[in-house]
């Protein structure tokens, strides 16, 4: 049964190595759609389209994680802004739901700076966040304490964001965002900068957020290849097609289909070392 729409849907059946994976692509949540971006007459995104659809498995409570992978300079920051609606394309549509253009505030947006009030607490910026959530009405201070407590910053909320370290800053960027109540979370190099043992902490804490709902969506946008194919369930590849100006999406990889989705163990995988070099050569 379809979570949004009630509509029965038919069940797939992926192969893994070594267990079977049930799983069903049910209906669009977000559809980007020959989407062109100009600036003075230069061509920087070129008929960029593709999918998300709601992925469901039976007895996991988890949304989708997508990738959107690009090198540096090939229009990865200008696609980030029009997802989230901070900007309009030359032509195209980004549609949620196949009902609702893309808007300002559609996407809990989590920029690479992780942006919060400098003026303010951690405290005041989160229950400024739940206070936007109809769906929290009453429930404000409760929400914030299972949020702060799960991604250990319960007891930091009394600091302004200056005080926190980069981690800090990231998690409590995050958790105003999951307040707001969306259903996207879009977030801009999430995995730069940062060492080993962070790094992990910050794959960890992404699976935690998808985690909260069937419907919850990551969109990364990043050039960490190894990473973003550890984490996801899909990558779309942003690159320049021969005699095209401007970038498009080259690819997509359903890393369901080749036993990579869902594995902690992925990278151990001679088919993780296989999209990885795949996905060099498309770039």
Not at 71 to 89: A, D, E, N, V, Y
Not at 115 to 142: C, M, V
Not at 185 to 192: A, G, I, M, N, R
Not at 230 to 251: N, P, Q, R, W
């Amino acid at each position: 049964m379809n979570k949004r729409t009630g509509k029965q849907v038919n069940n797939s059946i992926t192969s893994k190595t070594k267990t079977m994976t049930t799983h069903t692509k049910a209906e669009v949540i977000l559809s980007v759609q020959n989407v062109n971006l100009s600036y003075a007459g230069k061509q920087v995104l070129h008929n960029v389209s593709f999918e998300i659809k709601n992925i469901v498995r039976p007895g996991v409570n988890q949304g989708q994680v997508v990738s959107l992978i690009g090198r540096s300079g090939i229009g990865k920051t200008q696609l980030f802004k029009l997802l989230s609606g901070l900007q309009k394309p030359t032509s195209g549509r980004i549609m949620i739901h196949e009902t609702k253009e893309v808007q300002p505030g559609d996407m809990g947006v989590i920029f690479q700076n992780y942006y919060l009030f400098e003026w303010r607490t951690i405290h005041q910026s989160l229950w400024l966040a739940a206070k936007q959530n109809k769906a929290l009405r009453g429930g404000e201070k409760e929400a914030i304490a299972h949020y702060t407590n799960h991604f250990e910053l319960a007891e930091h909320l009394q600091k302004y964001p200056q005080q926190l370290s980069g981690g800090q800053r990231q998690r409590a960027s995050i958790i105003q965002q999951l307040l707001k109540g969306s259903d996207f979370l879009l977030l801009d190099e999430p995995f730069s900068g940062l060492d080993v043992c962070v790094l992990d902490r910050v794959v960890n804490l992404l699976l935690d957020v998808s985690l909260s709902d069937e419907l919850k969506t990551l969109v990364i946008v990043s050039h960490d290849i190894a990473t973003s194919i550890a984490i996801s369930d899909t990558v779309f590849i942003l690159g320049k097609t021969e005699g095209e100006e401007g970038a498009t999406i080259k690819k997509e990889i359903d890393l369901i289909e080749r036993g990579l989705a869902w594995d902690k163990d992925s990278r151990q995988q001679q088919a993780f070392a296989d999209t990885v070099a795949e996905i060099k050569s498309c770039l």
